[in-house]
């Protein structure tokens, strides 16, 4: 059976090989992005090493290879229990960082030299995949779930047996693909350093649906996009949002998620309203139940630019356009807004008295 091979790269091929001033410079340079970040006395150790071992390790045995690396270690014993398929696909995961992306061309090397009928080979990572910037390396986390909702799908429907190898790499990333493999993988394996053995965990029957998760959460995610205090927050899943200090926003994931789901959602229903200060009256709730699901779109997203008024009053896009009218207009109504401009307009009546609004109504645009 075809199968697409996620390896995770550390550093344990370079550090285990190198000579203790190299190592040490290594470490030290561990999270520097690129070689010019690298103080040059360092770099020179760094990178004489990489270049012998990048000629001595293309064609070591397999035993000299499973003790100078564990991914190499566990990938070995893989295929051992699996035949090589002509058109496997093997993915090297690195760190954002100069010696990560070393590591990682060493391991790919001696795979490629040792599967020569195997054609597909590659090295990922994600801007910020390092382990210096908290807030970085979230962002860097969201960006691959990004990267393979949109791409293993499509593996799996052309019958390719999806395989995470999570023996080498540094512990932060392992945590967290241990739960994506749950929901991207069919099957994760590790191994330990010098061991014969291979653990191999299929995947757990478990089901990613983000509009579920989204729908339970859309008070929250609402407050984060629009920029509102946040309430709910400890129970958000991690992955939809990245708190920097202290400033909430969505993660990369997180917007892609929320822009995917946001329209058919408010599309179903009218929600609660995301701040305190914005009030529904019976008659309100009454006119908007029965709309079609475009229309309830219009209406959520409405209450959501009252929020962002209420914020800041200069807020006044063209498609909420709230202004003050007679007392005699629609009484007890003083302000109204657009609620849609298209298919025959209709405007939203209500109440406004200092820091609070009450909607009171959904009526047809006078002609």
Same mark, same amino acid.
């Given at each position: ?16 090989? &190198? ?10 340079? @561990? ?45 070995? &014993? ?7 398929? /002509? ?16 590591? /990682? ?17 590659? &090295? ?63 099957? !994760?394996?590790? #191994? ?31 407050? #984060?996009? +629009?920029? +509102? ?77 009252? @929020?962002?008024? +209420?914020?800041?009053? !200069?807020?006044?896009?063209?498609? +909420? ?19 849609? @401009? ?7 009546? &209500? ?5 609070? #609004? ?10």
């Amino acid at each position: 059976m075809k199968k697409y091979i996620l390896t995770v790269c550390g550093t344990s091929i370079l550090t285990n090989s &190198m000579s203790d001033c190299a190592r040490k410079a290594l470490l030290q340079n @561990a999270n520097r992005q690129s070689e010019k970040e690298i103080p040059p006395e360092d770099l020179t150790f760094i990178q004489q090493e990489v270049e012998v071992l990048k000629g001595k390790i293309r064609n070591i045995s397999e035993e000299e290879a499973r003790k100078l690396s564990a991914e190499l270690n566990s990938l070995i &014993m893989f295929y051992k229990e699996e035949e090589i398929n /002509a058109e496997d696909v093997h993915v090297f995961l690195h760190t954002d960082t100069y010696v990560g992306k070393q590591a /990682a061309e060493i391991v790919k090397d001696w795979v490629q030299n040792q599967f020569p009928k195997v054609q597909d080979f590659r &090295m990922i990572s994600a801007t910020g995949l390092q382990t210096e910037n908290i807030a970085d390396f979230q962002d860097a986390l969201s960006q691959l779930v990004i990267k393979f909702s949109e791409e293993l799908p499509s593996y799996r429907d052309n019958q390719y047996r999806i395989i995470f190898n999570l023996t080498g790499g540094f512990k932060a990333i392992l945590a967290f693909l241990q739960t994506v493999a749950q929901f991207y993988a069919d099957e !994760s394996i590790y #191994i330990f350093e010098r061991s014969n053995h291979l653990l191999r965990i299929p995947r757990l029957p478990v089901r990613w649906e983000p509009e579920a998760v989204i729908e339970e959460h859309i008070q929250t995610l609402r407050q #984060i996009e +629009l920029g +509102l205090p946040i309430q709910g927050l400890n129970s958000l899943p991690r992955i939809l949002y990245t708190q920097i200090e202290k400033t909430v926003v969505l993660s990369t994931w997180g917007e892609v998620v929320w822009s995917e789901v946001k329209k058919k959602l408010y599309g179903k229903k009218l929600y609660e309203v995301p701040v305190e200060n914005i009030h529904y009256t019976e008659k309100f709730i009454k006119d908007v139940r029965d709309l079609p699901a475009d229309r309830l779109y219009h209406i959520n997203t409405r209450i959501d630019d009252l @929020a962002l008024h +209420l914020l800041d009053s !200069s807020y006044n896009p063209k498609r +909420l356009d709230i202004k003050k009218i007679g007392k005699d207009y629609y009484p007890p109504a003083n302000y109204e807004c657009d609620a849609w @401009a298209d298919g025959g307009a209709y405007r939203i009546f &209500m109440q406004k008295e200092g820091t609070q #609004i009450t909607l009171l109504a959904l009526e047809p645009h006078p002609k």
